[in-house]
């Protein structure tokens, strides 16, 4: 018994230790769900400007009729109401609506045949439709359900010519079967809209897909959606992967997002784990580097570097001295992120290797240097693009050589505050040139030739003329350049895009409060991604990607 009560206490606990926290989290307003409700009412109109009515057909007494070729000619829906309800649906309802039709009739009366259309309206038309929200075995939100009701109050149609009076007496028959059958197809079709065609649009959220060809981002859902009176709750895993190993996870350790506006019509926030499993992704990949080399150096910087290590050089066989000069650049830990309400910064460990390149013989080693930066970061948004602006901010270089070097250098440092905590190479005895001229040039050449590169404004390094004397330079870093230029889209349908975007940093991560407008109606995306008819024995068609970022 005592054993039973402990598990009951800690059951709480344990649930909220089990539970992940969202490296992304977003959040739809009423605000934004008006907006949805004007986009939904068009699409609703147009689902319901489709139905489809069977032919009616009967006899009472000495009166046949055949009614066919039911076509609704317009609608009008004067209040409708799209409101959430707690804690998983959302509710739509239509009241007083009126909708006209018009079909074809054939009519036998005794002796007396007639044919033609009759116009006929149908008033008070009421529906209510709940939409539960949930999470799929994918991790995608979907439309898991749906329940509707509708009613219409009365109906009238109106008949011309010589037997008008006759059938305006008969006319009960056919306006009882007519309200009937169009009421019986009311719900079937908007049921066919949420759970399949607004279903197909929620398909177009970006859930498991490849950023590039070395990273991927994993958008799927935590939980099922959290439904509020006010606002809808979306999270999301917002992991990047290394595709070489995508079942690896790197582990969220980072304060959950936690959003509490509601001004705007949606919210987006990422923790700093987003960003993190980004940079360790391409670590993991290897294409954190960069490879400068003869004519790709600087040639002020390799005058410069050349008299540093003048001494070295000169103990060096002939053939070596006027060897070209190599400048590796190695990112040697995975870069991490730290979001302030005074900004955000990106602390980074790199090593960079000065080597002389002798064509035909191996590289000579004229120094490694273990580097510290800090970068500082502008988060912004470009369309559903997150795009991210880097810039140098704090740089420290000391040697893995010399502790002469490394003592010079810190002393030259000594302004700068550290960049982070990284652990300091074993120095040894080696008495290298020191590195305080150094100080100033490799942070130039940083912000001149590197920082551009990696914010995908500059042009990567052109490989060098082919052939000797030396091989071509490697622009490693151009994965995530070309990441930070074109960002990485945020999980939104397909035609809904932001307006009027602010980014606000707190403590642990950063929300994107933005307004929402539709590039393109449900009806186009849906069209856009209807699976065509294919002729017997063609492929079926390739399946769409609409989420490529």
Same mark, same amino acid.
């Given at each position: 018994?005592?054993?039973?009560?402990?598990?009951?206490?800690?059951?709480?606990?344990?649930?909220?230790?089990?539970?992940?926290?969202?490296?992304?989290?977003?959040?739809?307003t009423?605000?934004?769900?008006?907006?949805?409700?004007?986009?939904?009412l068009?699409?609703?109109?147009?689902?319901?400007?489709?139905?489809?009515?069977?032919?009616?057909?009967?006899?009472?007494?000495?009166?046949?009729?055949?009614?066919s070729?039911?076509?609704?000619?317009d609608?009008?829906?004067?209040?409708?109401?799209l409101?959430?309800?707690?804690?998983?649906?959302?509710?739509?309802?239509?009241?007083?609506?009126?909708?006209?039709?018009?079909?074809?009739?054939?009519?036998?009366?005794?002796?007396?045949?007639?044919?033609?259309?009759?116009?006929?309206?149908?008033?008070?038309?009421?529906?209510?439709?709940?939409?539960?929200?949930?999470?799929?075995?994918?991790?995608?939100?979907?439309?898991?359900?749906?329940?509707?009701?509708?009613?219409?109050?009365?109906?009238?149609?109106?008949?011309?010519?010589?037997?008008?009076?006759?059938?305006?007496f008969?006319?009960?028959?056919?306006?009882?079967?007519?309200?009937?059958?169009?009421?019986?197809?009311?719900?079937?079709?908007?049921?066919?809209a949420?759970?399949?065609?607004?279903?197909?649009?929620?398909?177009?959220?970006?859930?498991?897909n490849?950023?590039?060809?070395?990273?991927?981002?994993?958008?799927?859902?935590?939980?099922?959606?959290?439904?509020?009176?006010?606002?809808?709750?979306?999270?999301?895993?917002?992991?990047?992967?290394y595709?070489?190993?995508?079942?690896?996870?790197?582990?969220?350790?980072?304060?959950e997002?936690?959003?509490?506006?509601?001004?705007?019509?949606?919210?987006?926030?990422?923790?700093?784990?987003?960003?993190d499993?980004?940079?360790?992704?391409?670590?993991?990949?290897?294409?954190?580097?960069?490879?400068l080399?003869?004519?790709?150096?600087?040639?002020?910087?390799?005058?410069?570097?050349?008299?540093?290590?003048?001494?070295?050089?000169?103990?060096?066989?002939?053939?070596?001295?006027?060897?070209?000069?190599?400048?590796?650049?190695?990112?040697?830990?995975?870069?991490?992120?730290?979001?302030?309400?005074?900004?955000?910064?990106?602390?980074?460990s790199?090593?960079?290797?000065?080597?002389?390149?002798?064509?035909?013989?191996?590289?000579?080693?004229?120094?490694?240097?273990?580097?510290?930066?800090?970068?500082?970061?502008?988060?912004?948004?470009?369309g559903?693009?997150l795009?991210?602006?880097?810039?140098?901010?704090?740089?420290?270089?000391?040697?893995?050589?010399?502790?002469?070097?490394?003592?010079?250098?810190? *002393? %030259?440092?000594? @302004?700068? &505050?550290?960049? +982070? /905590?990284?652990?300091? =190479?074993? !120095?040894?005895?080696? $008495?290298?040139?020191?590195?305080?001229?150094?100080?100033?040039?490799?942070?130039?050449?940083?912000?001149?030739?590197?920082?551009?590169?990696?914010?995908?404004? *500059? %042009?990567?390094? @052109?490989? &060098?003329?082919? +052939? /000797?004397?030396?091989? =071509?330079? !490697?622009?490693?870093? $151009?994965?995530?350049?070309?990441?930070?230029?074109k960002?990485?889209?945020?999980?939104?349908?397909?035609?809904?895009?932001?307006?009027?975007?602010?980014?606000?940093?707190?403590?642990?991560?950063?929300?994107?409060?933005?307004?929402?407008?539709?590039?393109?109606?449900?009806?186009?995306?849906?069209?856009?991604?209807?699976?065509?008819?294919?002729?017997?024995?063609?492929?079926?068609?390739?399946?769409?990607t609409?989420?490529?970022?």
């Amino acid at each position: 018994m005592a054993a039973g009560s402990l598990l009951l206490l800690l059951l709480p606990w344990l649930a909220a230790a089990s539970r992940s926290p969202p490296g992304c989290k977003i959040r739809i307003t009423s605000k934004g769900l008006e907006l949805v409700k004007q986009e939904g009412l068009r699409f609703v109109e147009q689902e319901l400007e489709n139905i489809t009515v069977s032919d009616l057909h009967g006899k009472e007494g000495q009166f046949h009729y055949n009614i066919s070729q039911v076509r609704v000619l317009d609608l009008h829906l004067p209040f409708s109401d799209l409101h959430f309800q707690p804690r998983q649906h959302l509710s739509f309802n239509i009241i007083n609506a009126s909708i006209s039709l018009r079909f074809r009739r054939q009519l036998l009366y005794w002796f007396f045949y007639d044919i033609g259309s009759i116009n006929a309206s149908a008033d008070g038309v009421q529906i209510h439709t709940v939409l539960q929200l949930s999470k799929d075995e994918g991790g995608r939100i979907k439309i898991s359900n749906m329940s509707c009701n509708a009613s219409i109050a009365r109906m009238h149609a109106g008949f011309s010519g010589t037997l008008r009076k006759v059938y305006e007496f008969l006319s009960t028959f056919i306006i009882t079967g007519m309200r009937y059958l169009l009421s019986q197809q009311i719900c079937p079709s908007l049921n066919h809209a949420g759970l399949v065609l607004l279903n197909s649009v929620l398909d177009t959220v970006p859930v498991r897909n490849y950023v590039d060809e070395h990273i991927g981002i994993d958008y799927s859902l935590l939980r099922d959606p959290v439904v509020s009176t006010d606002t809808l709750d979306l999270d999301f895993k917002g992991m990047f992967f290394y595709r070489g190993k995508e079942e690896q996870e790197l582990e969220n350790h980072a304060v959950e997002p936690v959003i509490k506006e509601t001004e705007r019509m949606v919210y987006v926030a990422f923790s700093e784990y987003f960003f993190d499993s980004a940079m360790h992704s391409y670590f993991q990949a290897g294409v954190l580097a960069m490879q400068l080399e003869g004519d790709k150096v600087p040639k002020d910087l390799e005058v410069l570097l050349r008299a540093t290590f003048f001494g070295t050089i000169f103990m060096l066989s002939p053939g070596v001295v006027d060897a070209p000069l190599r400048l590796e650049l190695q990112v040697s830990a995975p870069p991490r992120c730290v979001i302030k309400p005074s900004g955000t910064s990106v602390s980074v460990s790199a090593l960079l290797n000065i080597s002389l390149v002798p064509p035909g013989r191996p590289p000579v080693q004229l120094s490694s240097m273990a580097m510290e930066t800090k970068l500082s970061a502008k988060v912004f948004l470009h369309g559903k693009a997150l795009r991210v602006l880097l810039d140098l901010r704090r740089f420290r270089i000391y040697s893995k050589q010399s502790a002469l070097e490394s003592l010079a250098v810190s *002393g %030259a440092g000594a @302004a700068l &505050a550290p960049c +982070g /905590p990284a652990p300091r =190479p074993a !120095l040894t005895p080696d $008495l290298s040139p020191q590195l305080f001229s150094l100080q100033a040039p490799l942070k130039t050449l940083l912000q001149l030739t590197i920082m551009p590169i990696i914010n995908g404004r *500059g %042009a990567a390094p @052109a490989p &060098a003329t082919p +052939g /000797p004397p030396h091989p =071509p330079s !490697l622009p490693l870093f $151009l994965p995530l350049a070309e990441r930070t230029k074109k960002g990485v889209q945020i999980p939104l349908p397909e035609g809904m895009d932001f307006t009027r975007e602010v980014v606000t940093n707190h403590a642990g991560f950063l929300t994107v409060g933005a307004d929402l407008h539709f590039s393109k109606g449900l009806r186009e995306v849906i069209e856009k991604y209807r699976p065509a008819p294919t002729a017997a024995g063609s492929p079926p068609p390739a399946a769409p990607t609409p989420h490529s970022l």
